[in-house]
């Protein structure tokens, strides 16, 4: 089978189109033609061994998202048969409950093998069913992007119609955030550096939209959008840059859903704000199957369709990557097996 696998040593320069032998599956797995994969921000990091010794070891095959058909199953399996088409779960041994490190560190794309290769084998514990009305690249958006939003959403939070949510961007995460913040009957505002994008984000419901590269000061100018009162909840995608900003614009008792480092990962904020307002800094890791497949449900009763940017072949993956790190993307940019 085909797979693109990094090898010999780690670096964007030694991620190499390759063959493997076809997997065949033993009892409790299944077996995957993959049809689709899509990128996230992670996947320009494991090349790099972006996460140390949990980035896994080579060769390996990168990108932890995607959606195949199951071609075979092994002895016992009970959860999918022949035909059913499965999104492989990125966290392969987180199924419910709280996580530790175990549960957190089995997730594909590195350490464990990800779905840039024809055909997977994987627990039947560690697929969920495609709700019917996604395409193939549609459905490849879902294991980490849309779970993520969800997590931060719903998993970990409660939000009411009428909430006041504040999204990061327009990538992946925050387009997902902003669909299933407006199932709830939230109201969302998204922060943007392009016009052009932030007209798309109101196509798909945002309700209010800042520009932060014509408007800096974005938390002084959120606060007419909520009567002074602050967000309820802010999905906060940037890191470094965006925290102090986004401490100043949460509203006492509010949630900070933790989810992205975009613009560095050191830690320089006003921590006072946090323990003065009684903020919830909640850290967010994509989530379990159990999520998973409450969202799926979700999503397959509201018909939601994800905002794919763009198609690549399979032979492409370098490409893709590439507009991946340019940041010109709205939404989700998917691989084509």
Known sequence: MRVFQIQDDWGMEHLQLASRPDPRPGPGEVLLRMKAASLNYRDLLVPGRGYGSFTGNLPLIPVSDGVGEVVEVG?????????????????????????????????????????????????????????????????????????????????????????????????GVALFALQFAKLLGAHVTIISSSDEKIARARALGADAAINYKTTPEWARASREITGGRGFDHIVELGGEKTLPQSLRCIRPGGTLSMIGVLSGSALAAPLGLVVTRQVRLQGITVGHRDGFEAMMRAVQQHRLKPVVDRVFPFEALKDALAYLKSGAHFGKIVIRH
């Open 75 to 171: 002895a016992g399996v009970t959860r999918a048969q022949p035909g059913d088409r499965v999104c492989p779960c990125f966290n392969q041994g987180w199924i419910a409950g709280e996580p530790d490190l175990e549960r957190l560190t089995r997730t594909l794309g590195g350490p464990i093998d990800g779905t840039m290769a024809d055909l997977m084998c994987l627990p039947e514990g560690g697929v969920v069913k495609v709700a019917a009305h996604l395409s193939d690249e549609e459905a490849a958006t879902l294991p980490c992007a849309a779970l993520t939003a969800w997590s931060a959403l719903v998993t970990y939070e409660r939000l009411r119609p009428g909430s006041k949510v504040l999204v990061q961007g327009t990538g």
